[in-house]
């Protein structure tokens, strides 16, 4: 078969294939279209989930009809110089907007800031309109009409409008947090309008709108610098946390990415601290010279490659645990909001009237609509003989406690327990269902898990103890001979030193082998074979091999389990407080070992909203 040269329209159907999945895909190069033209605002409308319509306006700098045309060409752009690793803008490919012209119907309109009149060039299906004057604001409309028109096999691939609409969401929100300066509004029939307002240089601000205002109070600042690669940003406390990963932001010098590489990090620095089936919160900005990473990786642009990739992975996992052993150890504001709507008087009781009554109304019903019971005259016959409505059974209950009384005795001086509330965790005052203390602190209370609580405080005793000192090894009788590629071994063997303190002693064994001599006495019997092979490839994928002290760690995470406070245990006074002060001074304290809250906090003012005063 002859070899032929392809038509420019068959090659931009081919090139969208690549840069234009679905909708979400066109909504993102358009987006940076924008942004790269120095816009304030960019507005984004949608209908069919971005099939039927996809319209981008924004208000930056703009063209002249001569950049129109070339706008629709491939590889023509203006943000690229001759360097290729110097790439400082989100888009430089020229591919975009050929692309999307192959293969729906393209529209653009455009007007520079100090021209009188703008222009209007179209592309439908490969077919070029001549641009013609267009009455436009200053800046550009990049209107996308019945995407994959042209490819309607592409057509089939694509999900329902719903779950198209919703990655519309997801880029924008992406954007939006890349850009805080910048207004966004997201609308159309398939959506219930999304607007951002521009935050200006405040971050936090932004990433309040697009996660929600509970971030801010369970996040923790990160600010690290290691060589040339500066990290910035927001973590999650370890008990904020989320069921799917779609919540873990990363930008590289101001582009939205999704690395496996840097989420891989993120997830190995909440490794002990999120339960297994949950997710970390986190936002991250990092910033190094364009040199030093490769962002033409792939034609959508998700993917970067750092030239040190190790020492980024460092940096994530260093800084994080850094944080959260500085910060995290308080638990999540959630917490107390769910145990708040769980106390709130009435609540299930009037939702429950209002759902088998059609008839309710707040005149006829006992509960007011925030769930708090109306207060109600008391019938006569109460107030006249008060003795008659209490029952014998809630009497005995009640024949244990003092009767009030407004008697003023002389003060007690305070007591230890009593001077204790000035500590972040309070003083203990009671124990029930023997497993959750509650202590009393200077602006609320607080209410521990006693097991849960003792059992972190004793695997990061552990923890200290496995990095204080060699670990205790058994030695084989015979040492076992494992085979390896030769690759493999010199990758592993610059980690011998580190691993033998690990417990874990082996050496090169000729070529292509390692002779594993002794083993961590911590795991019992093991299969040196495997955990060989793992470690190797760890070493070859992250250029580290942390895999064994992971293992570790693991094992006195099990030990400490069993080995801590257990529930149903009576602690006096003093154990409690003890526990308390340990609790305030420890990394960490405010999950246990599986990533669940160790205490919850109440403040006065919320105690005080429950009985609505």
Same mark, same amino acid.
């Given at each position: 078969?002859a070899?032929?040269?392809?038509?420019?329209?068959?090659?931009?159907?081919?090139?969208?294939?690549?840069?234009?999945?679905?909708?979400?895909?066109?909504a993102?190069?358009?987006?940076?279209?924008?942004?790269?033209?120095?816009?304030?605002?960019?507005?984004?409308?949608?209908?069919?989930?971005?099939?039927?319509?996809?319209?981008?306006?924004?208000?930056?700098?703009?063209?002249?009809?001569?950049d129109?045309?070339?706008?629709?060409?491939?590889?023509?752009?203006?943000?690229?110089?001759? @360097?290729?690793?110097?790439?400082?803008?989100? !888009? #430089?490919?020229?591919?975009?907007?050929?692309?999307?012209?192959?293969?729906?119907?393209?529209?653009?309109?455009?007007?520079?800031?100090?021209a009188?009149?703008?222009y209007?060039?179209?592309?439908s299906?490969?077919?070029?309109?001549?641009?013609?004057?267009?009455?436009?604001?200053?800046?550009?409309?990049?209107?996308?009409?019945?995407?994959?028109?042209?490819?309607?096999?592409?057509?089939? #691939?694509?999900?329902?409008?719903?779950?198209?609409?919703?990655?519309?969401?997801?880029?924008?929100?992406?954007?939006?947090?890349?850009?805080?300066?910048?207004?966004?509004?997201?609308?159309?029939?398939?959506?219930? =309008?999304?607007?951002?307002?521009?935050?200006?240089?405040?971050?936090?601000?932004?990433?309040? *709108?697009v996660l929600?205002?509970?971030?801010? @109070?369970?996040?923790?600042?990160i600010?690290?610098?290691?060589?040339?690669?500066?990290?910035? !940003?927001?973590?999650?406390?370890?008990?904020?946390?989320?069921?799917?990963?779609?919540?873990?932001?990363?930008f590289?010098?101001?582009?939205?990415?999704?690395?496996?590489?840097?989420?891989?990090?993120?997830?190995?620095?909440?490794?002990?601290?999120v339960?297994?089936?949950?997710?970390?919160?986190?936002?991250?900005?990092?910033?190094?010279?364009?040199?030093?990473?490769?962002?033409?990786?792939?034609?959508?642009?998700?993917?970067?490659?750092?030239?040190?990739?190790?020492?980024?992975?460092?940096?994530?996992?260093?800084?994080?645990?850094?944080?959260?052993?500085?910060?995290?150890?308080?638990?999540?504001?959630?917490?107390?909001?769910?145990?708040?709507?769980?106390?709130?008087?009435? /609540?299930?009781?009037?939702? %429950?009237?209002?759902?088998?009554?059609?008839?309710?109304?707040?005149?006829?019903?006992?509960?007011?609509?925030?769930? #708090?019971?109306?207060?109600?005259?008391?019938?006569?016959?109460?107030?006249?003989?008060?003795?008659?409505?209490? =029952?014998?059974?809630?009497?005995?209950?009640?024949?244990?406690?003092?009767?009030?009384?407004?008697?003023?005795?002389?003060?007690?001086?305070?007591?230890?327990?009593e001077?204790?509330? !000035?500590?972040?965790?309070?003083?203990?005052?009671?124990?029930?269902?023997?497993?959750?203390?509650?202590?009393?602190?200077?602006?609320?209370?607080?209410?521990?898990?006693?097991?849960?609580?003792?059992?972190?405080?004793?695997?990061?005793?552990?923890?200290?103890?496995?990095?204080?000192?060699?670990?205790?090894?058994?030695?084989?009788?015979?040492?076992?001979?494992?085979?390896?590629?030769?690759?493999?071994?010199?990758?592993?063997m610059?980690?011998?030193?580190?691993?033998?303190?690990?417990?874990?002693? /082996?050496?090169? /064994?000729?070529?292509?082998?390692?002779?594993?001599?002794?083993?961590?006495?911590?795991? !019992?019997?093991?299969?040196?074979?495997?955990?060989? *092979?793992?470690?190797?490839?760890?070493?070859?994928?992250?250029? =580290?091999?942390?895999?064994?002290?992971?293992?570790l760690?693991?094992?006195?995470?099990t030990?400490?389990?069993?080995?801590?406070?257990?529930?149903?245990?009576?602690?006096?006074?003093?154990?409690m407080?003890?526990?308390?002060?340990?609790?305030?001074?420890?990394?960490?304290?405010? *999950?246990?070992?599986?990533?669940?809250?160790?205490?919850?906090?109440?403040?006065?003012?919320?105690?005080?909203?429950l009985? %609505?005063?």
């Open positions: 078969m070899i032929k040269q392809l038509s420019e329209n068959l090659i931009n159907q081919i090139a969208a294939g690549e840069v234009i999945e679905r909708p979400a895909s066109a993102k190069e358009l987006i940076e279209n924008a942004l790269d033209a120095g816009a304030s605002r960019i507005e984004i409308a949608t209908a069919g989930g971005g099939k039927s319509l996809l319209r981008v306006t924004d208000n930056g700098s703009g063209m002249g009809p001569d129109l045309v070339l706008s629709i060409r491939r590889h023509c752009t203006s943000k690229l110089s001759d @360097d290729l690793f110097d790439i400082r803008t989100l !888009g #430089f490919r020229g591919e975009a907007l050929p692309s999307i012209g192959s293969v729906a119907k393209l529209s653009i309109t455009s007007r520079l800031k100090a009188s009149e703008g209007r060039v179209a592309l299906g490969g077919h070029l309109e001549e641009p013609h004057p267009a009455a436009v604001n200053p800046g550009t409309i990049v209107e996308v009409r019945d995407l994959f028109f042209a490819t309607p096999a592409r057509l089939k #691939f694509l999900k329902s409008e719903r779950a198209e609409a919703g990655a519309i969401t997801e880029i924008v929100k992406r954007m939006a947090l890349a850009f805080p300066a910048v207004r966004f509004v997201l609308s159309g029939s398939d959506r219930s =309008t999304l607007e951002l307002p521009a935050t200006g240089g405040d971050r936090l601000a932004r990433i309040a *709108q929600g205002r509970d971030f801010p @109070d369970n996040a923790i600042a600010d690290a610098l290691r060589e040339d690669v500066a990290l910035s !940003g927001y973590a999650g406390v370890p008990t904020f946390n989320r069921g799917n990963s779609g919540h873990v932001y990363a590289v010098n101001g582009r939205p990415v999704q690395d496996k590489m840097l989420m891989g990090a993120i997830r190995a620095a909440y490794a002990e601290t339960p297994k089936g949950r997710y970390p919160v986190a936002v991250l900005w990092f910033t190094l010279d364009p040199a030093l990473v490769d962002v033409n990786v792939h034609p959508a642009k998700a993917d970067v490659r750092f030239r040190d990739p190790g020492l980024v992975r460092g940096l994530v996992i260093g800084a994080i645990r850094e944080g959260l052993s500085s910060h995290g150890d308080r638990a999540s504001s959630t917490g107390a909001d769910q145990m708040l709507r769980a106390f709130r008087p009435g /609540f299930g009781a009037a939702q %429950g009237e209002r759902t088998r009554n059609a008839n309710w109304s707040p005149a006829t019903s006992p509960y007011r609509p925030d769930g #708090f019971r109306q207060e109600t005259p008391e019938p006569a016959t109460w107030r006249a003989a008060p003795q008659t409505w209490r =029952t014998p059974s809630v009497q005995s209950g009640l024949a244990g406690f003092d009767q009030p009384s407004a008697r003023a005795d002389q003060p007690q001086p305070a007591t230890a327990e001077a204790a509330t !000035g500590h972040p965790l309070g003083a203990a005052r009671a124990q029930i269902h023997e497993n959750y203390i509650i202590a009393q602190t200077e602006t609320g209370l607080v209410i521990v898990d006693q097991h849960a609580a003792h059992e972190r405080l004793v695997y990061e005793a552990m923890r200290k103890a496995l990095k204080d000192r060699r670990l205790p090894s058994q030695v084989l009788l015979i040492p076992e001979i494992i085979d390896l590629p030769e690759e493999d071994c010199d990758r592993l610059p980690f011998s030193d580190t691993l033998e303190q690990l417990g874990l002693a /082996f050496e090169r /064994f000729g070529p292509g082998a390692i002779a594993v001599r002794e083993t961590p006495a911590m795991l !019992g019997e093991v299969d040196a074979p495997a955990l060989i *092979q793992a470690l190797a490839e760890e070493a070859g994928e992250w250029e =580290t091999a942390d895999g064994l002290s992971a293992r760690e693991s094992v006195a995470a030990m400490a389990c069993h080995g801590s406070v257990r529930s149903g245990r009576r602690m006096r006074p003093e154990e407080n003890a526990l308390l002060r340990q609790m305030e001074v420890t990394p960490g304290s405010g *999950q246990c070992n599986h990533g669940r809250p160790t205490y919850i906090e109440l403040k006065l003012a919320d105690i005080e909203r009985f %609505g005063r």
